[in-house]
Every structure is written in C-alpha cells, then in structure tokens.
C-alpha cells in the first residue's frame, strides 16, 4: 500500500485542544503524517514518515518511543532525531517511520500505564500473553483484560500492518 494512503482518523488540528505543542508536526517539511488515531484519553498518537526521496512501499524502520508515560528522555530522544532530519543534520539512507509519543496519558499522568492503567508492552496478542496483576506494585505491569484491548496498541498494530517495516526501534529509558 502506497505510504500516500489517506489516514484513517484526521491529524489533529495545530492549535486544537488535542494538539500538544511538544508534539506540534505542521511546520515539518521532511516528515509527513502517515497515520493518526487517538489514545484513551483522545490525546492525538501519530506516526510520521520520512521518505527523503525513496519510493517505496514500505519503510526500513519504524522508530517506537514513549511507550511507557514514565520515561520521559525517550520522547525528548524521538524529538531530537525528528528535529535533527528535519533540518539535514542526519539523513536517513531509507524511508523510516516514527511515532514520537505512543502513550501520551501516562506522559501527562506520569505514569508507566495508559489511562487505564495497562503497560502498553504487554498488550500486544503474543502467545506468552497475560493480563497479570490489577493491584499492588506489581500492577504497573498489567497486560489489559485481553490483548489488544487498548486503542493505542490496536494502533501501532495498524502502522506495523501498513508499513511492513523491515526492523523496529523502540526508545525506553530508565
């Protein structure tokens, strides 16, 4: 599928009450929204692309960073990298993909968990899926009532499916 495709929600709009300016895309000129959707507080998650001239149907990598709300640095990193693409610093020798923030809740909350309180990295239908704990310190680790059940794990799925990237990348920090 052509990395052109429409996406299937509307990026949110500069300025709009969903828009956080850390995240703020619409001055970029290398990086094109790919895809966007919204996380359970209907904060924006975004994934964007950098072509840089390939045509291809399919990124070499996509770059994951934020999945946990608690780490901070990752997004800072994510940022960093997009900025530095954006004005020539680094040139990435085949298209690649990044979605900068996947967990924007628990960014606002401070918190390792999605507004649910479910750990992104354990949500996804893996064969050695478990939901885990729901109470007591062990809780930062629950995997959802069942795989998938968090819009923005059923969202990176979607980029994954789209983009069939060859590698990923995700930024964790401690």
Request: aromatic share 6%.
């Amino acid at each position: 599928m052509p990395m052109s495709s429409p996406s299937p929600m509307p990026m949110p709009a500069p300025g709009s009450p969903h828009t956080n300016p850390d995240l703020d895309v619409s001055g970029l000129t290398a990086w094109k929204p790919f895809m966007a959707s919204y996380s359970v507080e209907n904060r924006p998650v975004q994934a964007l692309v950098f072509e840089g001239g390939f045509s291809a149907q399919s990124v070499e990598t996509l770059i994951i960073s934020l999945f946990h709300g608690d780490e901070p640095e990752a997004l800072v990193l994510a940022q960093a990298f997009v900025e530095a693409v954006e004005r020539g610093a680094l040139v990435p020798g085949a298209p690649v993909a990044i979605i900068p923030a996947l967990n924007p809740d628990g960014l606002q909350a401070q918190t390792r968990t999605n507004a649910r309180g479910v750990d992104l990295n354990r949500n996804y239908p893996a064969q050695n899926w478990q939901a885990g704990p729901r109470e007591g310190e062990e809780a930062r680790y629950y995997g959802g009532p069942e795989p998938a059940s968090e819009p923005e794990t059923c969202f990176l799925m979607a980029v994954i499916d789209r983009l069939a990237p060859k590698r990923l990348i995700t930024l964790h920090t401690p």
